[in-house]
């Protein structure tokens, strides 16, 4: 929904899948001249950072997301995603910090007000990963050796940040992992954009 101002005001590359760029076309009409086409599988440079684009399972046009190595470091962003598919769980093995979505608790979205169909699209496979699925990858990631867990993307009606983190700490702590004292385990805020995260 940015993309328009942005892109008026900072004439900078735009990395989006063929698919992605299909839906956006109608909305930006400056996309052509902007547009560096990606696929699943692929990579790209960005100055020094390498960024590995992968598949994900969500009801969009080609969804993608991504991991980011820069020197030593590498950052892997998981979102928008029904279940973690095999290459998601390839391409983040390994990262110091993952962003990782933790949409919603399953009790809370089946008990709550939204229609059925709506509940059916997010529970499904191209839908939102629950905070417990998105716990089963935090463990897989923290065994892999990252340090840095960030929960995003949580519903504002089926979660709270405190929920969330719960969930995730609960699986850390019973495969070994202190969410207080091996990690650093917080919640992206819901309503701002930024770095800053809630404990």
């Given amino acids: 929904a940015g993309l328009a101002t942005l892109l008026k005001h900072h004439p900078i590359p735009l990395y989006a899948t063929g698919g992605t760029a299909f839906y956006l076309r109608p909305r930006l009409p400056q996309l052509d001249s902007c547009l560096r086409p990606v696929s699943p599988g692929s990579s790209f440079s ?11 399972s969500h009801d969009a046009g ?5 991991r980011v190595d820069c020197g030593d470091a590498a950052v892997g962003i998981l979102t928008d995603a029904g279940f973690v ?6 391409a983040l093995t390994g990262v110091d910090l993952l962003v990782l ?3 919603h608790d399953v009790e809370w979205l ?3 007000p939204y229609p059925y169909s709506l509940k059916r699209r997010i529970l499904g496979d191209h839908g939102h990963l629950s905070n417990e699925a998105g716990a089963a990858l935090a463990c897989t990631a923290v065994r892999a050796g990252a340090r840095t867990v960030i929960l995003a ?13 719960n969930a995730v700490a609960l699986a850390l702590s019973a495969m070994g992992a202190d969410p207080d004292r091996d990690l650093r385990l917080s919640v992206a805020p819901r309503a701002e954009p930024g770095l ?3 404990a």
């Fill in 46 to 56: 960005v100055g020094s950072a390498q960024v590995t684009v992968f598949a994900t």
């Fill in 62 to 66: 080609e969804s993608v997301d991504y």
């Fill in 85 to 90: 598919p095999e290459p998601a769980a390839a």
């Fill in 101 to 103: 979505e933790s949409n």
């Fill in 110 to 112: 089946r008990s709550g």
């Fill in 153 to 165: 993307h949580l519903s504002a009606e089926n979660n709270t940040p405190a929920r969330a983190r």
């Fill in 196 to 198: 800053c995260c809630t």
